[in-house]
């Protein structure tokens, strides 16, 4: 076989592979959309929506507290390096501004709450200090019917950075917000077996407010909604009257808290914490809340349990 004819059966066989290729082979050897998202709980919900076209860098991991974070100089690096970046909004990563700009950040930011309309702490929580009235509550992915929201708003943020991938987020998104439904549908059949005077909790702070609202369910806190307020001397004995008074048996650690002062409370009223709630970060993978489908199914068990005494 002569040289030229040996290349002309090469180069045939390489385009009829290469034609055998179904669209979403080729769409893998692509380089996956480099995406950063705020916290953990939020990473999950892009990667969702994401899939494989996307790799998502995550800055608050499980466990951690996004309130009090503060960017390392390699995170900036990895944040100025970014096509897209996803942070919840409603004032929860006080920090995202500054960080964004060490960076030199000039891609797409999308705020994932984009849209819902947030509630206040002073209202849902009437032990809360005056000085709280015009503070919103950023913790909206609390409320199953809000992520939807959000999913919508990553899809939207994906298909603008990356558009040859919109049809699969799209597709992504829509399967998600099918588990999120149904998700939903479950966590009110629970809570709708239980009488609602007999529906309330005690958390660590104030990160169930959408929760409460979306769920009818009443929650207290000695702290508010950030975790960088300090719960006063004050506020805590109000609340001991309060759970006295209610006679209400559910006391929760979160996960990213300090759990003595909840043990405090707990020795105060006499009332045995109940077990630990996931609000602003989901666990490890060997843990009850490695995603937000778990994490709300986790929390929903813990707390229609204790609410019921058991």
């Not at 040996?6 to 669209?23: E, F, V, Y």
């Not at 000039?106 to 032990?127: F, L, N």
Request: proline share 5%; hydrophobic share 40%.
């Amino acid at each position: 076989m002569n040289k030229s004819l040996r290349h002309h059966l090469i180069a045939s066989a390489i385009g009829l592979a290469t034609a055998a290729l179904s669209p979403a082979l080729l769409a893998q050897t692509t380089a996956p959309v480099k995406a950063v998202a705020s916290f953990s709980i939020l990473g999950d919900l892009v990667q969702q929506v994401g899939g494989d076209r996307v790799a998502v860098d995550v800055l608050v991991g499980p466990g951690s507290d996004a309130h009090v974070f503060q960017p390392t100089p390699s995170q900036a690096k990895r944040v100025g390096q970014a096509q897209i970046v996803f942070s919840n909004g409603l004032g929860f990563e006080g920090w995202m501004g500054r960080l964004l700009h060490t960076a030199s950040y000039k891609g797409r930011h999308v705020v994932a709450s984009r849209g819902i309309q947030p509630i206040h702490a002073e209202g849902e929580h009437d032990h809360k200090a005056k000085d709280h009235h015009e503070e919103n509550d950023p913790h909206a992915w609390q409320s199953v019917p809000n992520v939807m929201v959000y999913v919508g708003n990553i899809a939207k943020g994906l298909c603008e950075a990356d558009a040859a991938g919109c049809d699969t987020y799209q597709k992504n998104a829509a399967t998600y917000n099918a588990e999120l439904k149904a998700l939903d549908t479950d966590v009110r059949a629970l809570w709708a077996t239980i009488p609602a005077a007999q529906r309330k909790v005690i958390t660590s702070h104030d990160a169930f407010g959408y929760y409460a609202k979306t769920y009818g369910v009443k929650f207290l806190a000695p702290q508010g909604v950030s975790t960088e307020s300090e719960a006063s001397a004050k506020g805590v004995a109000q609340l001991v009257r309060q759970i006295k008074k209610e006679q209400i048996k559910a006391l929760f650690v979160e996960s990213i808290s300090d759990p003595r002062l909840i043990a405090q409370i707990g020795r105060e009223t006499g009332v045995k914490p109940a077990g630990e709630l996931f609000s602003d970060s989901l666990s490890d993978t060997k843990g009850p809340a490695p995603s937000y489908l778990s994490m709300m199914r986790a929390n929903t068990w813990a707390l229609t349990q204790a609410v019921q005494g058991h």
